[in-house]
């Protein structure tokens, strides 16, 4: 049996998106979430996981929506982030089914500062909800973990009340990723930090799942974000083992990985070290760096072979009054770009086992 034969293709919501999670879980493998920007990133995504049957994620942080509506717009209030969001969500679910995969549609990192761009994309789901019984996105993010323990549970058990009606669900962060990525910079904590404790876990649970199961938790285990050759930055997965093993024992069960956990920071991770996430009960892991390189990259190879046909819109090796539209041509080079970037989303779910498993 294959994640077709339990949720439909295009984005799901509620208790499929718990079915895919499950069944991820249960089959030993990961899902990569990937960011986005544009259309063009949407369309490589759904392309690279149609083509190896692959369930996919894709997210919107802040950063990225605000690009989605245009740099032109104004952002002071994050209006723009939440125009951005929204038109891209709907974006997603005008092609996501024609695609044929199940897409989790998911909003990346808000930091407290974000929260008004939380609350805008959550009235939208709100709205959505009303009209078609399912929230317009799937899931969303918040993370908290610059500030106390006790008020990121706070906030984020006040968000899952009110997410909980639609069964959407909620991923929160406890303990710091480094490094920085769109505008959220985490360079100078503390390497103390950079770790999520047992206790930690256990306390997000017993506070998230009398209001909803929906939820998974991003915990710290070394995590940086930005980008690093593997080997320069020390992972430690097999902490959520013990976080797993901690938890078991708190609830009396006999579920081997009672919490979804989420990875976060994977740029320049091993192949090892993400299969042991997995294998210690990682169901989603964050791709950005590596696939806006991967964009970049075709753009690039583009170029340097095209390079004395993109100098002038005429005159070219084959004579100086020849035209040189068939190169320039934003559609040629931004569909390199995508292929680039299609490679790289499909290494992504090799590396955490997903693949042929529609």
Not at 68 to 87: P, R, W
Not at 109 to 118: E, I, S, V
Not at 176 to 205: C, H, K, M, R
Not at 221 to 228: D, E, K, L, R, T
Request: net charge negative.
């Amino acid at each position: 049996m294959g994640i077709l034969d339990i949720v439909p293709p295009g984005v799901i919501t509620g208790d499929d998106v718990y079915r895919v999670i499950e069944y991820a879980q249960e089959h030993n493998f990961a899902i990569p979430s990937i960011n986005v920007t544009s259309t063009s990133t949407v369309n490589a995504v759904l392309e690279a996981a149609r083509d190896i049957r692959s369930p996919i994620m894709i997210q919107f942080s802040n950063g990225g929506a605000d690009f989605f509506a245009g740099k032109g717009l104004d952002n002071t209030n994050q209006q723009a982030s939440v125009l951005g969001s929204i038109a891209g969500a709907h974006y997603v679910r005008s092609v996501a089914k024609a695609y044929g995969v199940p897409v989790i549609l998911h909003s990346d990192h808000c930091a407290k500062n974000l929260l008004p761009w939380f609350d805008g994309m959550l009235r939208a789901d709100e709205e959505y909800f009303k009209a078609h019984g399912e929230p317009l996105f799937s899931s969303h993010m918040l993370d908290l973990s610059k500030e106390t323990k006790e008020d990121n549970i706070r906030i984020c058990v006040d968000y899952l009340k009110r997410m909980a009606p639609m069964k959407q669900w909620l991923e929160m962060e406890i303990g710091i990723t480094g490094g920085e990525e769109d505008g959220v910079n985490n360079e100078d904590v503390e390497n103390a930090s950079l770790f999520s404790q047992p206790e930690d876990i256990w306390d997000i649970y017993k506070a998230f799942s009398p209001i909803s199961k929906y939820f998974s938790i991003a915990a710290a285990f070394g995590n940086v974000h930005g980008s690093y050759a593997p080997g320069n930055v020390k992972l430690h997965p097999e902490l959520l083992a013990k976080h797993q093993e901690y938890v078991k024992k708190q609830l009396g069960t006999d579920k081997d990985h009672p919490v979804f956990f989420v990875f976060h920071g994977g740029s320049g991770s091993t192949k090892e070290e993400i299969h042991e996430a997995v294998r210690n009960g990682v169901i989603k892991m964050n791709v950005d760096t590596d696939t806006q390189w991967a964009y970049w990259y075709g753009i690039h190879q583009f170029y340097e072979a095209n390079k004395d046909y993109l100098q002038t819109q005429c005159g070219n090796p084959n004579g100086p009054e020849v035209p040189n539209k068939k190169y320039y041509d934003p559609r040629k080079w931004v569909r390199e770009a995508e292929k680039s970037m299609y490679m790289r989303v499909q290494e992504a779910c090799t590396d955490l086992g997903n693949v042929h498993m529609l």
